[in-house]
């Protein structure tokens, strides 16, 4: 079975860093696009930022120059660092991942368990 867990969630000072961390783990044929989603309370769930398996990245314009999205194609993981923190980036993120179990399947949509960050003082 698939499974993406993540890592690296907390509470930080504005200003402040965190990391956050995703591991696939189970058998799969190849991981397509990764990234990272959040979800404040009464809003909807948004793009934070994803990486092909090519390593081209796209960014939402709210982090821009403050996060920075990698992967390990080796090690079947994503990670997002996070840096400038603003209380507004308070949410549980969610990690994302298109895999392809078997050659013969399209790829599949995977979601993490979600972690939460919050920014505040």
């Known amino acids: 079975q698939v499974q993406l867990v993540e890592s690296g969630g907390g509470l930080v000072q504005p200003g402040g860093s965190l990391r956050l961390s995703c591991a696939v783990s189970?058998?799969?044929?190849?991981?397509?696009?990764m990234g990272w989603y959040r979800q404040a309370p009464g809003k909807e769930r948004e793009l934070v930022a994803a990486?092909?398996?090519?390593?081209?990245?796209n960014y939402a314009d709210s982090v821009k120059g403050r996060f920075t999205i990698s992967r390990d194609n080796a090690k079947n993981t994503v990670a997002l660092q996070m840096n400038s923190l603003k209380p507004e980036d308070t949410a549980v993120y969610y990690c994302?991942?298109?895999?392809?179990?078997?050659?013969?399947?399209?790829?599949?949509?995977?979601w993490g368990q979600g972690t939460q960050v919050t920014v505040s003082s």
């Open positions: 189970g058998s799969i044929f190849s991981i397509n696009a």
């Open positions: 994302n991942a298109k895999i392809r179990v078997v050659a013969a399947q399209p790829a599949v949509n995977c």
């Open positions: 990486i092909t398996s090519g390593g081209s990245t």
